[in-house]
């Protein structure tokens, strides 16, 4: 697996992704497009076999790094894609000078909530009834110490 700055070619298999999961929070392809025009704004693909397994998008706002989605393909499921992706955003994030990587997560995605403690994040807070004025988002915090690996 290999992962790399996405381009304007990957969208439609990004965005396949994205809508592939019901109830993502999902940009489809003019919001996932509309990211790799901004500055601060960061999309990296994962390959296999060169086609997309998953994606994540983060934004650099010093001194974090926060991430706005991670999704990867329901065929590639526990095969290390999106620790791969966490990984190479955590080391993107280390050399633009962030200290930290945040994000906020549905409380009941409890597979993505595994996947954010084995990489060492922490619940920091909460936002009740943020998803469709029903379910918490819980907002976690993962420090960058200096030559950390995700």
């Known amino acids: 697996m290999t992962v790399r700055r ?4 990957d969208i439609p298999a990004l965005a396949a ?9 999902a940009w489809g392809e003019k919001g996932l497009r509309e990211e790799l025009t901004k500055p601060d704004s960061v999309t990296l693909v994962a390959e296999e076999n060169g086609a997309a397994a998953g994606f994540i998008n983060f934004w650099i706002v010093r001194p974090e790094a ?31 000078a962030c200290s930290s ?25 909460r936002r009740p009834r943020f998803y469709n004025n029903a379910e918490d988002a819980l907002l976690l915090r993962k420090a960058l110490p200096a030559g950390d690996k995700t």
Not at 6 to 9: D, E, Q, S, V
Not at 17 to 25: H, V
Not at 71 to 85: C, E, I, P, W
Not at 108 to 125: D, K, T, W
């Open 6 to 9: 996405a381009f304007g070619k």
């Open 17 to 25: 992704i994205e809508a592939s999961w019901p109830g993502y929070p």
């Open 66 to 96: 926060q991430i706005n989605s991670l999704a990867v393909s329901k065929d590639l499921l526990r095969r290390g894609t999106a620790r791969a992706l966490l990984g190479k955003c955590a080391e993107y994030a280390r050399k633009s």
């Open 101 to 125: 990587m945040t994000l906020e997560v549905a409380e009941g995605n409890s597979a993505a909530l595994a996947l954010y403690a084995s990489a060492g994040f922490a619940v920091e807070g």
